[in-house]
């Protein structure tokens, strides 16, 4: 996986469901090589931010960047030609395809002119994607279960395999919506390697997490949203001790 070293920033972004604001003047940013953790409490804004940050909803107002290059409401499958890739919080998983097929699906998003254009490209390349969802499935620790159908999985391991899905797209970005949210415990020091190993070969991780031992262990910084707004960011354990954070968050 080559990282392209460059940055997504959010400026200033706003989203408005009809009267209610979901976001207000958000700024973020994910730097290749570091972790950026998105907290905050249920209704705060945080998956609606990563739609728009994934190119899926457009904002009302303010940019998204990838390097100099505008994305703002691009769309979701340009940005994923871009290289950045989104796990979500509740995996759509298709019935009947195996945890290889399904993971296969991710390794589609980079292809020239898509699913037609891959398949046309013959078994030689299908070969080729095989072997890159099956390394991401040995990742992530679900390799034996490739050949059993997804559906069929555990939460646990459907959340696990949402993360090699979207590995297999080699992102540069990768935006992960609360990976650790319905995971076996024993399965949570995996994941925080995982996620630092990733940071180390240079993708830009953003993490929307629940989980907080989890989100302060790996974050290389958090950012806090409330009602819409960042209320704090910075390295962790300024955060961490923010009277506002545990306030609006921490405290509950
Ligand atoms: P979080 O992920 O932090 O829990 P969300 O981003 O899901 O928060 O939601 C932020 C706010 O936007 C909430 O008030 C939610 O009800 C509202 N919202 C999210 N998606 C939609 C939508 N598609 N239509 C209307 N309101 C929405
Ligand atoms: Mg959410």
């Not at 990563?50 to 979701?76: F, N, Q």
């Not at 279960?145 to 646990?156: G, I, M, P, W, Y």
Request: charged share 20%; hydrophobic share 45%.
């Amino acid at each position: 996986q080559s990282a392209s070293g460059l940055r997504l920033t959010a400026s200033d972004v706003e989203v408005r469901f009809g009267g209610i604001v979901a976001l207000s003047g958000v700024d973020l940013e994910a730097a290749p090589g570091l972790i950026t953790g998105l907290i905050g409490p249920n209704g705060a804004g945080k998956s609606t931010l990563l739609a728009v940050l994934a190119g899926s909803r457009r904002p009302t107002a303010g940019t998204v960047r990838l390097g100099e290059r505008d994305l703002t409401g691009i769309g979701a499958g340009t940005c994923a030609q871009l290289g950045i890739a989104r796990a979500f919080q509740l995996p759509r998983i298709p019935s009947h395809m195996t945890v290889l097929e399904v993971a296969m699906l991710g390794t589609f998003r980079r292809g020239r002119g898509g699913m037609l254009w891959s398949w046309w490209r013959g078994q030689r390349e299908l070969a080729a994607m095989e072997a890159t969802a099956y390394a991401q499935l040995r990742r992530v620790g679900i390799a034996h279960l490739a050949r059993v159908e997804a559906s069929t999985l555990s939460t646990s391991d459907q959340k696990l395999l949402e993360i090699a899905r979207a590995l297999a797209s080699a992102p540069d970005v990768l935006l992960l919506d609360e990976p650790a949210g319905g995971l076996f415990e024993e399965d949570l020091p995996r994941l925080a390697g995982l996620l630092r190993a990733l940071a180390a070969e240079g993708l830009a991780v953003v993490l929307v997490e629940h989980e907080m031992s989890l989100v302060m262990e790996v974050s290389d910084r958090i950012v806090v949203l409330n009602e819409g707004c960042v209320i704090a960011d910075g390295p962790a354990e300024v955060v961490r001790s923010s009277p506002e954070v545990i306030d609006a968050y921490l405290g509950v």
